[in-house]
């Protein structure tokens, strides 16, 4: 089993920064992709980034492009998502997720077999 813990998130003003973690551990080494995901009441589950075991390849949400960047030290079991130019609809809980099997980034949530508690990320106007 993997087991996932995120931190990181706030409140903030729109235009700030933010910087979230998630920590890994149990059977790291099977992992093969990790991912971040963000959910607001009433909405569905949306896709934010991605990035493979080796973190030479990443994919984003064209909501985000350009504004976040995912990141993952493979030594310390830990995947980041820096956030810059905050806005109010990045405004949901963000989840970290992990899966052992797939060799490319799903942008589906139903894909992931590991999942962390969430953090709430606000921001303000």
């Known amino acids: 089993q993997v087991q996932l813990v995120e931190s990181g998130g706030g409140l903030v003003q729109a235009g700030d920064s933010l910087r979230l973690s998630c920590a890994a551990s149990?059977?790291?080494?099977?992992?093969?992709?990790m991912a971040w995901f963000r959910q607001t009441p009433g909405q569905a589950r949306e896709f934010v980034a991605g990035?493979?075991?080796?973190?030479?390849?990443?994919t984003y949400a064209d909501s985000v492009k350009g504004r976040f960047t995912i990141s993952r030290a493979n030594a310390e079991n830990t995947v980041y998502l820096q956030m810059n130019s905050l806005k109010p609809d990045d405004t949901a809980v963000y989840s970290c997720?992990?899966?052992?099997?797939?060799?490319?980034?799903?942008?589906?949530?139903?894909?992931?077999?590991?999942w962390g508690q969430g953090t709430q990320v606000t921001v303000s106007s």
């Open positions: 997720a992990a899966d052992n099997s797939m060799v490319l980034i799903s942008r589906n949530w139903a894909r992931y077999d590991y």
């Open positions: 149990g059977r790291t080494a099977s992992i093969t992709t």
């Open positions: 990035i493979i075991r080796s973190g030479s390849s990443t």
